[in-house]
């Protein structure tokens, strides 16, 4: 008897790209380190996050005995924001309180701004985020607070978990074209 198989397409794993990123992979990203070293790591979390119709994925892994994240925004470009700032930031790092965080939300005014670290961050946004984790069939929620920094490259973004303490982190943007994906096993 004659067996007619539908195979998918071989993968072309010579030409992976950040948005191709799994569990197991490596991930190099070229020259992202503050000694302009490469940030290598093996991906051992991917969460999709959404907000709205939006829907992006994040990935992450151990360097340097920190943990450094990615986030890949897919649609017409890919856009790629890195995570590789091992410090932990609070509202008091800002200046902020509880109450600063709502009445930033309830305004929603780009005009808004922070003054952190000789440079201004301007506000962006703040809306409730869903993250799922690759493998749970049920997420969480949290509240997040976006700043650009003014005339540079980073974000800052603001979360708060019911229950956990507001945290801050810094991210740059990455160039996708930086990242080399190795695909694992």
């Known amino acids: 008897m004659f067996w007619d198989k539908k ?3 071989q993968q072309d794993l010579a030409h992976l ?3 191709d990123a799994q569990v197991r992979d ?3 990203v070229a020259g992202a380190a503050d000694d302009f070293s490469d940030i290598d790591f093996t991906v051992d979390r991917r969460d999709v996050y959404e ?3 939006q829907q ?4 992450s892994g151990s360097w340097r005995d920190r943990r450094v994240f990615l986030e890949v925004h897919q649609g017409d470009n890919v856009e790629v924001l890195g995570n590789f700032d091992a410090r932990r930031l609070t509202l008091d790092d800002f200046g902020l309180a509880e109450a600063d965080m709502a009445e930033l939300d309830q305004r929603q005014n780009q005009n808004d701004f922070l003054d952190f670290e000789g440079k201004f961050w301007l506000y962006r946004f703040s809306r409730e985020i869903g ?3 690759e493998g749970h069939s049920t997420g969480r929620g949290f509240y997040c607070w976006q700043f650009a920094e003014q005339d540079g490259k980073r974000f800052l973004s603001i979360r708060k978990f019911e229950g956990e303490p507001f945290a801050a982190a810094i991210w740059v943007a990455v160039d996708p074209s930086t990242v080399t994906v190795f695909r694992g096993a």
């Open 7 to 9: 195979t998918e397409p």
């Open 17 to 19: 790209g950040v948005k």
């Open 26 to 28: 490596t991930l190099s």
């Open 51 to 53: 907000a709205g119709s």
């Open 56 to 59: 992006w994925f994040e990935v």
């Open 131 to 133: 993250i799922f984790s």
